[in-house]
């Protein structure tokens, strides 16, 4: 079992920064793929970004390339999603989510909600 812990959402003006933080406890988290999610009011969820384990490799979608930077720390368990120059249709509840197995994410934090006003 692994158990995650998002934190650091709010509201923020358009053009701001937040950055999430996900703890994570149970398993070893080294071994884990991580990853954020995010669903819209009326939208379906969608990934936002992932890194894998070694935490060289990552993957972002393209609505939040270049503004949005996944990274972990292995030593403390957590995966951060730094995000900058955000934009109102960023707002979203983002979910944390851990991969046992390459896209099997089983586990799944209960979210943080992100607000960004105009």
């Known amino acids: 079992q692994v158990q995650l812990v998002e934190s650091g959402g709010g509201l923020v003006q358009a053009g701001g920064s937040l950055r999430l933080s996900c703890a994570a406890s149970?398993?070893?988290?080294?071994?884990?793929?991580m990853a954020w999610f995010r669903q819209a009011p009326g939208k379906e969820r969608e990934a936002v970004a992932r890194?894998?384990?070694?935490?060289?490799?990552?993957y972002y979608a393209d609505s939040v390339k270049g503004r949005f930077t996944i990274s972990r720390d292995n030593a403390k368990n957590t995966v951060y999603l730094q995000m900058n120059s955000l934009e109102p249709e960023d707002t979203a509840v983002y979910y944390c989510?851990?991969?046992?197995?390459?896209?099997?994410?089983?586990?799944w934090g209960q979210g943080t909600q992100v607000t960004v006003s105009s």
């Open positions: 989510a851990a991969a046992p197995k390459l896209g099997e994410y089983e586990y």
């Open positions: 149970g398993r070893t988290f080294g071994r884990l793929t």
């Open positions: 890194i894998y384990i070694s935490g060289g490799i990552t």
